[in-house]
């Protein structure tokens, strides 16, 4: 059965910081491209960053420079390291786990972790 477990949401004023984590069970995790979306009320989800098997990555134009994707395979997490927040990085925030493997696709979602940016 595959998990995947975020945390480290919450409320912080703009300017602020936060790290979000989410641990992954029930795959070989280092295969995988782990991803972080997000999710604004009236908005489609999107891509905010992404790391690949190898360690490459790639961010959203809008937050290039104040996000970081980490990963630790040791430990099967990612992280979202986010600085200098805005108002508009206000959204419900989901780790995904991708790979594809002999033509099949196997994609997994997160439960998501409400990630809140307000004075």
């Known amino acids: 059965q595959v998990q995947l477990v975020e945390s480290g949401g919450g409320l912080v004023q703009p300017g602020g910081s936060l790290r979000l984590s989410c641990a992954a069970s029930g795959i070989i995790f280092s295969t995988y491209t782990m991803g972080w979306y997000r999710q604004a009320p009236g908005k489609q989800r999107e891509l905010v960053a992404a790391?690949?098997?190898?360690?490459?990555?790639n961010y959203a134009d809008s937050v290039k420079g104040r996000f970081t994707i980490s990963r630790d395979n040791a430990k099967n997490t990612v992280y979202l390291e986010m600085n200098s927040l805005k108002s508009e990085d206000t959204a419900v925030y989901y780790c995904n786990a991708d790979r594809w493997a002999a033509s099949t696709r196997y994609n997994y979602w997160g439960q998501g972790t409400q990630v809140t940016v307000s004075s």
């Open positions: 790391i690949f098997s190898v360690g490459s990555t």
